[in-house]
């Protein structure tokens, strides 16, 4: 099972139907339409929400809804761009890794979640695309689309190869920019060509390295249970600089590539991930 399930087309259309609706009736059509049709799909964004200590309704209310209207035009263009692109992208995962492993596709309006979340669903790995993310944040075009499905799909492949859930490790701060920085590492492999689909334009990478020790600095910092949302988040971010957790991750894996391979990386145990971060951010 390799499709792309389509699980937005039929509140897009509600959407349309329903131009003028505010916020607080936006969330009522959302819930109501996802309890009725994606049960799963609404528990799973609800318990997302809940493991970070937020109120589903309020970030829906607050963070989501009030653009969500005029970002119908994005999220169409992303809805007829996804399906194309998430077939070429398989493919090129098959050709430059060799990863033929069942793995679900889920389009989605949802409730800012993410872009793209890989996980599980149905009982099979999943990669869900948050329509309402890709929109806000534009990554509704063709090379945007490509690198979102080769990042998520680059967890799937992590965790496959690993054999076992990244999610224990992506609770500690060296554990997250490690499985965030394979994941970006991946997606260039997969692709074939170096790409940060979360660059905020051309000299977003140049930007990154002139931050680099701050960021390395701070991230140091709070290994030992710290809040590093701010170097991942789409809704916050580092002295003005969004993403530079994924800069930083990436430079992590190409750093432990001098003198490993990358299957190697791959299998690395929480103690020496903590222990090879620390040195790593130490050194910059």
Known sequence: MRELIDAASG??????KNPGMNPEELLELWEEFHRERHPDLFRKQVECHAAEGFDWREIARKRVFPGLPRRLPLMEAAAGTLPGVWERVLGQAGENLGFQEEVLGVVYVGIGCGAGWATEYGGVPAVLFGLEMIAELEWHTPERL??????????VIHQAWRGEPLEPLEERPAGLLYTEGFAQRLEGLILGRESFHQAAGPDWPERCRELL????????????????????????????????????????????????????IADLGLAEIEDRVRSFLGGL
Do not use: K, Q
């Not at 509140?11 to 349309?16: M, N, V």
């Not at 490509?146 to 967890?155: N, S, V």
């Not at 991942?232 to 994924?246: M, N």
């Open 11 to 16: 509140f897009l259309g509600l959407l349309r």
């Open 146 to 155: 490509e690198g979102l499905c080769a990042h998520e799909l680059g967890h």
């Open 213 to 264: 020790p701050d960021v390395a600095r701070e991230y140091l910092g709070r290994l030992n249970g710290g809040d590093v949302r701010e170097f991942f988040g789409s809704w916050c971010d580092f002295r003005g600089l969004r993403y530079t957790g994924y800069f930083l991750g990436h430079m992590f894996v190409r750093h432990l590539e001098e003198e490993m391979f990358l299957r190697e």
